[in-house]
């Protein structure tokens, strides 16, 4: 099982940006998906989740409103659309493979991990 995520790159405040993840293996169509991220010198957060079937989508606070996680199961892709951008929003950010179906705000719960996209965000 591999994840690759991709979209990342450097935009200025107020900008969006779209990663990508894709997965290749078996596992995906039933599997819940989560976007983490982390920032330089601090620790890795949760950002947002999605069910097996595209639904119950769950975010962090601090995203809530700007950021929308989607998935195509047809692709086995994930995505994550990113508005109205901030510094505080820099970080590399990783996708993550649930191993139920329900989405969950927990790392410890996700099986499979992506290598991380660098989103930086200029003030």
């Known amino acids: 099982v591999q994840l690759q995520a991709s979209g990342g790159g450097l935009v200025q405040t107020g900008g969006s940006l779209r990663l990508s993840c894709a997965a290749s293996g078996r596992i995906f169509s039933n599997n819940a998906m989560g976007w983490f991220r982390q920032a330089p010198g601090k620790e890795r957060e949760f950002v947002t989740a999605?069910?097996?079937?595209?639904?119950?989508?769950i975010y962090a606070d601090s995203v809530k409103g700007r950021f929308t996680i989607s998935r195509d199961n047809a692709k086995n892709t994930l995505y994550l659309q990113m508005n109205s951008l901030k510094p505080e929003d820099t970080a590399v950010y990783f996708c993550?493979?649930?191993?139920?179906?329900?989405?969950?705000?927990?790392?410890?719960?996700?099986?499979?991990w992506g290598q991380g996209t660098l989103v930086t965000v200029s003030s």
């Open positions: 993550a493979a649930h191993r139920y179906p329900t989405p969950s705000e927990y790392g410890y719960g996700y099986g499979y």
């Open positions: 999605i069910g097996w079937k595209g639904g119950s989508p």
